[in-house]
Each structure stands twice: as C-alpha cells, then as structure tokens.
C-alpha cells in the first residue's frame, strides 16, 4: 500500500545519504546561495528607489533638452538657461529666479571597501543650486569659493570613497582640486556627489557656455502646468521639463531594471550550477 511505499522510499534514502552527502550539500548550499543573491540584488534595487524618492521635492522642477534621460545625454545652451529662468511659475529670490543651470560629469575614485575605480558624480552647480534644495547644508569646513577650483563633498561620497576628507585633494581634468567641505541634503542623491562651480567646472572639461539641466523651484507644486506649457511652447527651446519626482521615478525604474535584471541572471546561472553540480 501507499504507506509502505513511502516507507521504503524514506528508508532508502536514509540508507543512502552517507553516499550522496556531497551532492546533497552542494544543492542545499547552491539553493541557498541563489536565495541570499536574490534577497541582496532586491535589497540594493530597493535601496536605489529609496534614495531616489528622498532626493525629490513636490515643487522642483527638472530640465533636459528634448529626448534625453539622462543627464549626461543632454545639453543645454547658455541662452536655453537663461530662456528657462524667465518662465512664469518659477519661485524668486533677490537675484531673480531660483533656477540653477548645471553641468555633470564622471570621475574615478577609489572605493573604501575593495580599493578599486569607480565612477562618481562630479556636479558643477550655479549660486541657486543651494536655494533649490533647501535641506542643503554644510556639516564641516566650509562651502567652495565661487570662482575657485575648490569642492565640496556629499557625506554619502565620503563613506564610499578614498580620499576625500575636508583637506585633500581630488584630480579634476588634470588638476589638484582641494576638499574644502562636507555636506548633506537630508539623506537625498546629492549626497553621493562631489560639487563645484559649474563656472570652472566649465573651462576645465572645454564646455564652453554649455550645461546639461536647470534645476529650479516652482512658486507651490500647482504652478508645474503653466511653468511646463512656457518651455514646450516657446519656439526657441527645444526641452523637456519634468517634475523632480517624475525624473527621479523615471531614473530609479531604469536603475531597478538594470540591477534585479543582472541579479536574476546571476542568480540564474547558480541555480543550474547548484542542480547540475549536484
């Protein structure tokens, strides 16, 4: 009967696990190997979006030229900018619009952990930068000298990376540029990148009167509509405004894709090492 059966089948694999001990240990670690690769890769993805939904703010506006995604895709003229700034719906200060046209660049660092190359965010930034993102603020030394090769540093930057303590220095296109503070902006992407003036920002990596977006602030959330039809009505632009949650949600998708997708391949390729391998 059926309870014999099973009786048998449980007696003779017991009789035989000395002999598959190996095969056996090698699919139990395999399995659990694929399962702790999975929880990591969506752990990091989520991480990601986390981060990307603490850098936006409901009335933040973002600029790119017309069918980039990315940053480092776009380019804006010094007259786009300028263009920019004077829409209706912008906030204002005492030097006029809170818009800031900025340039982004990439350089190599070494990592704390493995001591290896990687890429971080170089962003040239104009005087508004700091009104746009108003949980910005310095945490020790002291904020770059306008006009000067001079950087500050997000806290975020300084965890990951070597060599970036307030008083050291950093090579920016050839040149030893001196670490002269740290900051934060309350837990937001920004504070993985190093900052600069994006005026000598410009001279060093031969941009000429170029920028790559405007970031600016809006009078209240409500004002997007009218800020937004401005820009893709004015014949002499050619730009793509989004709100700063819909760019950040738009690059968190693209960054969650990517990173799930590499880990569901490793992950992949394990499980079939774990089955065959057993």
Do not use: C, H
């Not at 056996?24 to 981060?51: D, E, K, R, Y």
């Not at 818009?99 to 170089?122: H, Q």
């Not at 965890?159 to 050839?174: H, K, N, P, W």
């Amino acid at each position: 009967n059926w309870l014999s059966q099973i009786t048998s089948v449980t007696a003779f694999n017991i009789r035989t696990l000395p002999q598959r001990m190996g095969s056996s240990a090698t699919a139990i670690f395999g399995i659990a190997g694929v399962v702790a690769v999975m929880v990591g890769v969506l752990s990091i993805a989520q991480g990601i979006v986390q981060t990307m939904n603490n850098s936006a703010s409901a009335d933040n506006v973002v600029v790119l030229r017309s069918g980039s995604n990315t940053e480092l895709m776009s380019i804006l003229l010094g007259d786009d900018t300028r263009i920019i700034a004077e829409a209706p719906g912008l906030a204002r200060n005492e030097s006029g619009a809170i818009a800031s046209p900025e340039l982004f660049v990439i350089i190599n660092l070494l990592k704390r952990a493995t001591g290896t190359d990687a890429n971080v965010p170089l962003r040239g930034v104009s005087r508004n930068a700091l009104d746009v993102r108003d949980s910005f603020r310095v945490v020790e030394g002291r904020m770059f000298e306008w006009g000067l090769n001079e950087v500050i540093v997000g806290v975020g930057a300084l965890i990951e990376f070597q060599g970036l303590e307030v008083g050291s220095t950093i090579t920016v296109a050839q040149e030893e540029w001196p670490v002269v503070g740290i900051f934060e902006t309350g837990g937001g992407l920004a504070e993985t990148e190093i900052w600069v003036d994006a005026s000598v920002l410009q001279p060093a990596y031969r941009r000429g009167n170029s920028y790559q977006a405007v970031y600016a602030k809006l009078e209240s959330p409500g004002a997007y509509q009218e800020f937004k039809d401005a820009l893709t009505s004015d014949p002499r632009l050619n730009v793509k405004p989004m709100r700063e949650s819909e760019y950040y949600e738009e690059q968190s998708a693209m960054l969650y894709k990517l990173v799930t997708g590499l880990g569901t391949l490793i992950a992949l390729i394990m499980g079939f090492g774990a089955v065959f391998g057993a």
